[in-house]
């Protein structure tokens, strides 16, 4: 079945340290996988993607996510972290069908970021 | 450019009552989907429409909830009968046609069923 885990609910880090928020996912065929940000009372945003080519992605706010095929895994990653990067954070993963709805979202790690 | 709009933001009702809930998508996505979340937790598919085709209701909790998308813009979610379960934020996102495309989502409307 496909599927995508956040194994932790609860990440906390102190600032300036180094930030990893995990994801593993098992779907057949490529897999399409992305990371979304939510902050306080607001809907979700893009933060970054993998779809083909070099498996270390760069995107919005200074994260970055590595694309491990044989881990299976798509961890978010920032080298010093901020207060304002505390939020909720998802990890989703789609398969590669044209047109087709199969998308399911991690259940969500919930990142603390300390002063 | 604009982002996908939801209104209202909050709405809080009698079980019972029948609620709206509008989401205008970002111009020319062609896909819109409804998340339902509850607090603080991951997101519940709802439904997915996608051009002209059949929206994919697979999501929808009961029959007491529907939603329409009229000229392949803007949706409308109805819940009947409110529950205080039915209680959550509803998001809704829009995104290109295509596997590879990220959504965009709006800020939510947040219901109370009292």
């Known amino acids: 079945a496909q599927s995508v885990a956040q194994p932790e609910d609860q990440v906390n880090v102190a600032e300036g340290n180094p930030l990893t928020v995990k994801c593993t996912y098992s779907v057949s065929g490529n897999p399409y996988l992305f990371w979304y940000v939510q902050y306080p009372n607001r809907g979700l945003q893009f933060l970054l993607k993998y779809i083909t080519g070099d498996n270390l992605v760069k995107g919005s706010y200074g994260f970055e996510a590595e694309f491990n095929k044989s881990q299976t895994s798509f961890h978010l990653k920032k080298p010093s972290a901020l207060v304002s990067d505390s939020a909720l954070y998802f990890c989703a993963v789609r398969w590669g069908l044209y047109n087709n709805n199969d998308m399911r979202f991690g259940a969500g790690t919930r990142l603390t970021v300390k002063p | 450019g604009a982002g996908v709009s939801q209104s209202p933001s909050n709405k809080v009702t009698e079980k019972g009552k029948d609620v709206e809930l509008r989401c205008d998508p970002i111009s020319g996505h062609t896909a819109l989907y409804w998340y339902r979340q509850s607090l603080g937790q991951g997101l519940e598919f709802l439904i997915y429409?996608?051009?002209?085709?059949?929206?994919?209701k697979s999501g929808l909790p009961s029959d007491r909830f529907s939603a329409e998308r009229t000229g392949g813009s803007v949706s409308t979610l109805t819940i009947q009968r409110t529950q205080q379960e039915d209680s959550a934020v509803y998001l809704c996102?829009?995104?290109?046609?295509?596997?590879?495309?990220?959504?965009?989502f709006g800020p939510g409307t947040r219901l109370t069923v009292t």
């Open positions: 996102a829009s995104s290109l046609a295509g596997p590879t495309y990220e959504q965009y």
């Open positions: 429409f996608q051009g002209n085709s059949a929206p994919d």
